[in-house]
C-alpha cells in the first residue's frame, strides 16, 4: 500500500485519486468550471490554490486554480504531480497577437515563449515549452466536435501583465516592445503568463499537460481600428476542455483493452 501524500501548498492529498486536472489561473472560476462536472464537490481554499473535484465518465477530475504568473503555477503542477495527477489542462484566457485571433475564440498553444523567469530555474533557455503532442490532439479534437473555432500555434508567456500594456513607462519599454513585435512578426498567436511554466515542468515531472486558452482582447486589433470587444464568457473554451478531458478518458479505456 502506497503511503499517503500531502502537499501544504494546494492542500490535497494522494488519496483523492484523481489523475485529471484543469487549472485556471483566477480561484473564482473554479466553481464555474467545476460545475460542468457530473457530482462537484468543494475541497480546500488555501493561498491563491482554490480547489474542486467532479467526474467525468466515471473518472474523477480536479479543478484547482493556479494563481497568476509562473512561480505558482510551477508549484501547482510539482504539487499535482505528487498527488497522482499525470494530465494537466490550463484553462485560462489570453490577449490575442495576430489580427485574425478574435475575441471570443480560442487558442490551443502547440508552444510557448519563455519571456518568464520560472523555467529558467529548471532547463536552459533553448529547451522549448511545448505541451505533450497527444494532449493537443484530444483538445483540436475537442474544439472540432464541440464546434469551437480554435487557433494553433505559439503563445507568449511573460512575467510582467503592464510590460506589455504599457511597455514605455518601464526603464526596459523599448526592449520589451522590440520583443514583442517581434514575436507578432514570427506569427505568436497570444500572450498570456502561464503556459511556459506548465509545459516546461509538465516535461520535466513526466505529466501530460497542454492548454486552451479563451480570447478575452486582442490590442493588435484594436491599434489598427479595426472592431474589437472584450468578452469575459469562457464557455467555449471551457466546452473545449472538457469534452477534451472526455476523448482522452476514451482513448485510455481503448488502450487498456
Same mark, same amino acid.
Given at each position: 500500500?502506497?503511503?499517503?501524500?500531502?502537499?501544504?501548498?494546494?492542500?490535497?492529498?494522494?488519496?483523492?485519486?484523481?489523475?485529471?486536472?484543469?487549472?485556471?489561473?483566477?480561484?473564482?472560476?473554479?466553481?464555474?468550471?467545476?460545475?460542468?462536472?457530473?457530482?462537484?464537490?468543494?475541497?480546500?481554499?488555501?493561498?491563491?490554490? !482554490?480547489?474542486?473535484?467532479?467526474?467525468?465518465?466515471?473518472?474523477?477530475?480536479?479543478?484547482?486554480?493556479?494563481?497568476?504568473?509562473?512561480?505558482?503555477?510551477?508549484?501547482?503542477?510539482?504539487?499535482?504531480?505528487?498527488?497522482?495527477?499525470?494530465?494537466?489542462?490550463?484553462?485560462? !484566457?489570453?490577449?490575442?497577437?495576430?489580427?485574425?485571433?478574435?475575441?471570443?475564440?480560442?487558442?490551443?498553444?502547440?508552444?510557448?515563449?519563455?519571456?518568464?523567469?520560472?523555467?529558467?530555474?529548471?532547463?536552459?533557455?533553448?529547451?522549448?515549452?511545448?505541451?505533450?503532442?497527444?494532449?493537443?490532439?484530444?483538445?483540436?479534437?475537442?474544439?472540432?466536435?464541440?464546434?469551437?473555432?480554435?487557433?494553433?500555434?505559439?503563445?507568449?508567456?511573460?512575467?510582467?501583465?503592464?510590460?506589455?500594456?504599457?511597455?514605455?513607462?518601464?526603464?526596459?519599454?523599448?526592449?520589451?516592445?522590440?520583443?514583442?513585435? !517581434?514575436?507578432?512578426?514570427?506569427?505568436?498567436?497570444?500572450?498570456?503568463?502561464?503556459?511556459?511554466?506548465?509545459?516546461?515542468?509538465?516535461?520535466?515531472?513526466?505529466?501530460?499537460?497542454?492548454?486552451?486558452?479563451?480570447?478575452?482582447?486582442?490590442?493588435?486589433?484594436?491599434?489598427?481600428?479595426?472592431?474589437?470587444?472584450?468578452?469575459?464568457?469562457?464557455?467555449?473554451?471551457?466546452?473545449?476542455?472538457?469534452?477534451?478531458?472526455?476523448?482522452?478518458?476514451?482513448?485510455?479505456?481503448?488502450?487498456?483493452?
Amino acid at each position: 500500500m502506497e503511503e499517503k501524500v500531502y502537499c501544504s501548498s494546494i492542500d490535497l492529498s494522494s488519496d483523492l485519486g484523481a489523475r485529471y486536472a484543469i487549472v485556471p489561473g483566477d480561484p473564482a472560476r473554479v466553481k464555474v468550471i467545476a460545475e460542468y462536472l457530473d457530482d462537484p464537490k468543494p475541497l480546500s481554499v488555501h493561498r491563491e490554490y !482554490t480547489s474542486y473535484e467532479g467526474y467525468l465518465d466515471g473518472e474523477k477530475v480536479l479543478v484547482i486554480s493556479s494563481g497568476m504568473g509562473g512561480p505558482s503555477a510551477a508549484i501547482a503542477v510539482e504539487e499535482l504531480k505528487k498527488i497522482g495527477v499525470d494530465t494537466i489542462i490550463r484553462l485560462g !484566457t489570453c490577449g490575442g497577437m495576430q489580427l485574425d485571433v478574435l475575441t471570443g475564440e480560442v487558442v490551443i498553444p502547440t508552444g510557448a515563449i519563455r519571456q518568464e523567469g520560472t523555467t529558467k530555474e529548471y532547463v536552459y533557455t533553448e529547451f522549448p515549452a511545448v505541451p505533450d503532442f497527444d494532449v493537443v490532439c484530444a483538445l483540436s479534437k475537442a474544439a472540432e466536435k464541440v464546434g469551437v473555432k480554435a487557433h494553433r500555434g505559439v503563445v507568449q508567456s511573460k512575467d510582467s501583465y503592464f510590460g506589455q500594456h504599457d511597455p514605455m513607462s518601464m526603464p526596459i519599454g523599448r526592449d520589451l516592445k522590440e520583443h514583442y513585435d !517581434t514575436w507578432i512578426r514570427a506569427g505568436a498567436l497570444a500572450s498570456e503568463m502561464e503556459c511556459a511554466s506548465v509545459f516546461i515542468v509538465s516535461q520535466i515531472r513526466k505529466v501530460k499537460a497542454g492548454a486552451v486558452l479563451h480570447v478575452i482582447w486582442n490590442k493588435e486589433r484594436e491599434q489598427a481600428g479595426l472592431p474589437v470587444e472584450t468578452e469575459k464568457d469562457m464557455s467555449k473554451a471551457i466546452k473545449v476542455v472538457i469534452e477534451g478531458i472526455r476523448i482522452m478518458i476514451e482513448d485510455r479505456k481503448k488502450g487498456a483493452q
